[in-house]
């Protein structure tokens, strides 16, 4: 479809360190259809949304991922990729708050621990929402052990919508 096809192309087009095996974070498209019927209905609206977020749709983006939240309350997709969204609109407090929800849902779902290619993720927006805060002597560790397990993704301190999807 015309989605994925854009999606390639911007994963081709992203400057930075190639991706490889070595890389420890997932992708959404790796989990996007898997759960039950109102997940994947949720996971498909994140999508979107992650999609309107590359191309600085915001106001679509934001839609999408509450509509997600609204099919299912429980997505932790849904509020890492809101929490992407906040940082990347200079509100770390509400992405902070999204990641801590994000964290307890996928505890919830995985007997009480964070899968580590997902907590690549969680501790690469934990650190860079901690950076914008100011607070760098916190921030530094978690995008330095983010950068390690996945330089695709973060080699720049960022995890762009497109890096996500």
Do not use: K
């Amino acid at each position: 479809e015309v989605r994925v096809m854009i999606a390639a192309v911007l994963r081709r087009q992203l400057p930075g360190v190639p991706r490889g095996r070595a890389d420890e974070a997932v992708t959404f498209r790796e989990v996007m259809d898997s759960g039950d019927a109102q997940r994947r209905a949720s996971n498909h609206l994140v999508a979107e949304g992650l999609e309107a977020d590359e191309f600085d749709d915001r106001g679509r983006a934001l839609d999408r991922y509450e509509m997600a939240l609204t099919v299912d309350p429980g997505n932790p997709w849904a509020y890492l990729a809101l929490a992407r969204h906040d940082l990347d609109r200079n509100e770390p407090h509400r992405a902070l708050a999204a990641l801590d929800r994000c964290r307890s849902l996928l505890e919830r779902e995985h007997q009480g621990r964070v899968p580590p290619r997902v907590e690549t993720h969680l501790l690469g927006l934990r650190g860079a929402s901690l950076e914008a805060l100011g607070r760098h002597r916190e921030a530094a560790p978690l995008l330095d052990e983010a950068r390690r397990r996945a330089p695709w993704a973060w080699s720049d301190g960022v995890l762009a919508a497109a890096e996500l999807l």
